[in-house]
């Protein structure tokens, strides 16, 4: 299986920050990622598919970037609203793997 | 509108068995794909299990850590699809959702408690 390795596990920043989280794969695996926001108490929304193709309606702020086996999703001004747990997911192959997850928080 | 309803989540003992449902709506069921994902309380996703559509002939593909307990399958006259689980574990215990990753279509989940 692909393990996908998220960091930092968790973070704090202030609103306006610039913020970025790393997600390595075990193997290559080509543009096949996504990553996900899920606030407290909700279901996962996609905000990044294909690696760096941002989702209709999700702003712009929100960018992702790499291929192979480094990705990076980066919030380039951190809002309010942002303050979430961020997976990424790797489509390549089977069995699909999420990272452990990055959670952002208030500081 | 697009909506995927699961159910049929229980407290389990065990070594018992459930079977999880997911009503679609808004979408052709045979058109599309369809993700188990599922997230232990207050810990991350993980992927379990897909029915491919009927393009790619419903074949289904499992994680490890399910292979050989769950099954997945379904019920195109019913627009649903079924999560039968065997030999529930402590550790299966979580929140289940269905989804269709590809879509970014999410049900709201159904919860399954496994424990003595």
């Known amino acids: 299986d692909i393990q996908m390795t998220q960091s930092p596990s968790a973070m704090s920043a202030s609103v306006g920050d610039r913020v970025t989280i790393t997600c390595r794969a075990s193997?290559?695996?080509?543009?096949?990622l996504a990553w996900f926001q899920q606030r407290p108490g909700k279901v996962p929304k996609r905000l990044i598919y294909?690696?760096?193709y941002l989702e209709s309606g999700v702003p712009s702020r929100f960018s992702g970037s790499g291929s192979g086996t480094e990705f990076t999703l980066t919030i380039s001004s951190l809002q309010p609203e942002d303050f979430a747990t961020y997976y990424c997911?790797?489509?390549?192959?089977?069995?699909?793997?999420f990272g452990q997850g990055t959670k952002v928080e208030i500081k | 509108e697009v909506q995927l309803v699961e159910s049929g989540g229980d407290l389990v003992q065990p070594g018992g068995s459930l079977r999880l449902s997911c009503a679609v709506s808004?979408?052709?069921?045979?058109?599309?794909?369809i993700d188990w994902v599922r997230q232990a309380p207050g810990k991350g996703l993980e992927w379990i299990g897909r029915?491919?559509?009927?393009?790619?002939?419903?074949?289904?593909e499992y994680a490890a850590s399910v292979k050989g307990r769950f099954i997945i399958s379904r019920d195109a006259s019913k627009s649903s699809l079924y999560l039968q689980m065997n030999s529930l574990r402590t550790e299966d215990t979580a929140l289940y959702y269905c989804?269709?990753?590809?879509?970014?279509?999410w049900g709201q989940g159904t919860l399954v408690t496994v424990s003595s």
């Open positions: 989804t269709a990753l590809i879509d970014d279509y």
């Open positions: 808004g979408f052709t069921l045979s058109d599309h794909s």
């Open positions: 029915t491919r559509d009927r393009a790619n002939s419903y074949t289904t």
């Open positions: 193997q290559a695996i080509s543009s096949s």
């Open positions: 294909d690696a760096s």
């Open positions: 997911l790797q489509h390549y192959i089977y069995p699909r793997t």
